[in-house]
């Protein structure tokens, strides 16, 4: 075992995942829908997994991990050392050092990037290969480390590519063709998404529990899954095409629908604040003006809009003059993530 750091990119759903595959089994955590995503170029987890003599040790932003999270990062461990087969015998322990790059206390979702830096740094440092072959060939070594990065986190196996990228669902059981792929590169659209902060606090209900919730109580949770589809496949052609306004309203008709079946469950699961609609309503408004942006939200407060470069400043200003709102950020198209040794 080697020391090794990775460097992956968070990134943001243009069509939305919610909801898990009832089969297949629960650690191989396959999603209901597939999704299509853009990597941001700021927002990152850099995450160093080193050998340690004492037991597994893990620390977050200089904090240590306890309890349930310390016990998420083991299994993850577990999953990718697993790979090198039975004989392999135990898995040595682990110290592992993750930094996020996203501002703190934003509440925004950086599990995508913390499982995705987590699995390339854990089998950089537990497998001499599985990395290795990831820049070259037909792309069958990364596929394979986004499938263990799906396992942590659903959101996760997306970010293990710079650009656009496209989560299939799939439907084979034991998920060989639930495959992440880019779709378009970083270069093929100067695209910018807004993160429009609606408050301090962090998320109140996570997004696995969250998704239970709709599955087991929301009327309208079968329809966001059967409609889900049609807008992958119409979401990837414009993008492909750079028709925006297209892209646009099927990004904010895939947020809309995933909130409005959060809505339906019992008891209602809301993640928005009064700010968060304020914003929404800004960014119609400023559309009516000609100022060309398209809204969405996660499993949180949080508004993120979408826009061309050329647009950025002028919505930026328009955005931040909302009542409530706590800072606008605007960030670019990311990059491949990055793997190097550490010390
Ligand atoms: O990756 P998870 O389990 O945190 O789920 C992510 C869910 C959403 O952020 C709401 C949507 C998405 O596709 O990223």
Redesign the pocket.
């Given at each position: 075992m080697r020391a090794m750091r990775a460097t992956a990119h968070t990134?943001?759903?243009l069509v939305?995942?919610?909801g898990k595959r009832p089969d297949g089994g629960r650690d191989l955590n396959l999603p209901a829908v597939g999704?299509l995503?853009m990597t941001l170029d700021e927002y990152r987890t850099v995450t160093v997994v080193r050998p340690r003599a004492a037991a597994d040790a893990f620390a977050l932003d200089g904090a240590t991990l306890t309890g349930a999270a310390a016990d998420r990062v083991a299994k993850h461990l577990d999953r990718v050392w697993r790979t090198r087969g039975a004989e392999a015998g135990p898995r040595p322990s682990c110290e592992v050092d993750s930094v996020n790059h996203v501002p703190t206390a934003a509440g925004l979702?950086s599990?995508?990037s913390g499982f995705a830096a987590l699995t390339l740094a854990a089998a950089a440092a537990l497998s001499e290969d599985m990395v290795e072959g990831m820049a070259e060939g037909d792309g069958a070594d990364r596929r394979l480390l986004s499938a263990l990065a799906r396992r942590g986190?659903?959101?996760?196996a997306r970010s293990l590519w710079g650009g656009f990228v496209r989560l299939d669902r799939g439907e084979e059981a034991d998920g060989r063709d639930c495959i992440a792929r880019p779709v378009a590169s970083r270069h093929h659209w100067d695209l910018k998404m807004l993160i429009v902060h609606t408050t301090t606090g962090a998320k109140t209900v996570g997004?696995?529990g969250g998704?239970e919730l709709c599955k087991n109580t929301s009327p309208y949770y079968g329809a966001w899954v059967a409609s889900s589809q049609r807008d992958l496949d119409s979401a990837t052609s414009r993008l492909q095409n750079r028709d925006l306004r297209g892209l646009g309203e099927v990004m904010e008709h895939s947020c809309f629908k995933?909130h409005a079946s959060m809505w339906a469950a019992r008891p209602p699961l809301i993640y928005w604040n009064g700010v968060t609609v304020e914003v929404m309503r800004e960014v119609q408004r400023a559309r009516a003006d000609g100022l060309q942006g398209w809204a969405t939200s996660?499993?949180g407060p949080h508004v993120k809009v979408l826009c061309e470069a050329a647009t950025a400043d002028a919505l930026v200003a328009r955005l931040e003059s909302v009542v409530g709102v706590v800072d606008v950020k605007a960030l670019g198209v990311g990059p491949d993530p990055k793997v190097e040794a550490a010390t």
């Amino acid at each position: 075992m080697r020391a090794m750091r990775a460097t992956a990119h968070t990134n943001i759903a243009l069509v939305k995942y919610w909801g898990k595959r009832p089969d297949g089994g629960r650690d191989l955590n396959l999603p209901a829908v597939g999704s299509l995503s853009m990597t941001l170029d700021e927002y990152r987890t850099v995450t160093v997994v080193r050998p340690r003599a004492a037991a597994d040790a893990f620390a977050l932003d200089g904090a240590t991990l306890t309890g349930a999270a310390a016990d998420r990062v083991a299994k993850h461990l577990d999953r990718v050392w697993r790979t090198r087969g039975a004989e392999a015998g135990p898995r040595p322990s682990c110290e592992v050092d993750s930094v996020n790059h996203v501002p703190t206390a934003a509440g925004l979702a950086s599990s995508a990037s913390g499982f995705a830096a987590l699995t390339l740094a854990a089998a950089a440092a537990l497998s001499e290969d599985m990395v290795e072959g990831m820049a070259e060939g037909d792309g069958a070594d990364r596929r394979l480390l986004s499938a263990l990065a799906r396992r942590g986190s659903g959101s996760a196996a997306r970010s293990l590519w710079g650009g656009f990228v496209r989560l299939d669902r799939g439907e084979e059981a034991d998920g060989r063709d639930c495959i992440a792929r880019p779709v378009a590169s970083r270069h093929h659209w100067d695209l910018k998404m807004l993160i429009v902060h609606t408050t301090t606090g962090a998320k109140t209900v996570g997004s696995t529990g969250g998704m239970e919730l709709c599955k087991n109580t929301s009327p309208y949770y079968g329809a966001w899954v059967a409609s889900s589809q049609r807008d992958l496949d119409s979401a990837t052609s414009r993008l492909q095409n750079r028709d925006l306004r297209g892209l646009g309203e099927v990004m904010e008709h895939s947020c809309f629908k995933m909130h409005a079946s959060m809505w339906a469950a019992r008891p209602p699961l809301i993640y928005w604040n009064g700010v968060t609609v304020e914003v929404m309503r800004e960014v119609q408004r400023a559309r009516a003006d000609g100022l060309q942006g398209w809204a969405t939200s996660d499993a949180g407060p949080h508004v993120k809009v979408l826009c061309e470069a050329a647009t950025a400043d002028a919505l930026v200003a328009r955005l931040e003059s909302v009542v409530g709102v706590v800072d606008v950020k605007a960030l670019g198209v990311g990059p491949d993530p990055k793997v190097e040794a550490a010390t």
